[in-house]
């Protein structure tokens, strides 16, 4: 099973996406500060309009869902050449590349066709058992640290990772492709998933916390 860890491509650089302008910036701002998440996005009168993707994220910046694109092709497809070149080839021609990563919205749906995979966005966790179950994945997105004080298990912003199957205890294994040896022995995280070399354990519980104020958290893809 091929493992893909963003950190080692920062040479791999988000091309260029579509001018958006300081409304954007306005509306994006209203919605985080009106979140539960902490927001780092600073507003300025004077921004001018920019381009998403001109250097401003590269894939060990932003690439998480990328990585998950391509691991999951290998899981599914066997001795599958997708790479994360053809990832980023591909959020570009759908429309899913942004600023600081992937929106998996447009990208799922192009993703699922290019490889010819079934896919589903759903919040469902029955349902991300039942394709797991039958040879599916899941790429999952999380986010991260709250204003509540609560500190993100998997991020401390937002993050997609790859399930590829439950365990018979229960537990999902997940490959996180911004995995370090250091991550899960952080305050707040220490304790609460099992790490085995590349591959991580999490309870639905655990899941859930960090899932939970999405409405489509899991992507699921699976072959024809």
């Known amino acids: 099973m091929k493992y893909v860890n963003q950190l080692e491509h920062p040479h791999l ?35 001018k309009p920019v381009t998403l993707g001109t250097g401003v994220s590269n894939v060990a910046v932003g690439g998480c869902g990328l990585c ?17 070149e053809d990832a980023l080839d591909l959020a570009y021609a759908s429309g899913g590349n942004a600023a600081a990563g992937t929106d998996y919205g447009p990208f799922a749906p192009a993703f699922a066709e290019k490889m010819n995979y079934d896919w589903k966005g759903t919040a469902s966790f029955d349902e991300v058992d039942e394709w797991l179950a039958t040879g599916g994945v899941c790429v999952v997105e999380v986010a991260g640290d709250r204003k509540d004080g609560h500190i993100g298990v998997f991020t401390h912003g937002w993050h997609f990772m790859l399930i590829l199957y439950r365990r018979a205890d229960g537990k999902y294994a997940i490959l996180d ?22 591959m991580i354990y999490a309870s639905r519980e655990v899941l859930w916390e960090e899932v939970k104020d999405f409405d489509v958290p899991f992507y699921l893809f699976r072959r024809k």
Do not use: I, W
Request: proline share 7%; hydrophobic share 35%.
């Open 177 to 198: 492709p911004s995995q370090t040896p250091t991550k899960y022995e952080e305050e707040g995280r220490k304790g609460l998933v099992e790490v085995e070399g590349n």
């Open 68 to 84: 998950c694109a391509v691991m999951a092709a290998d899981r599914l497809t066997p001795n599958s050449s997708f790479a994360l």
């Open 13 to 47: 650089m988000y091309k260029a996406g579509k001018p958006l302008d300081y409304d954007f910036y306005l509306r994006y701002k209203r919605a985080a500060d009106a979140s539960k998440f902490l927001a780092n996005l600073e507003v300025k009168p004077d921004m």
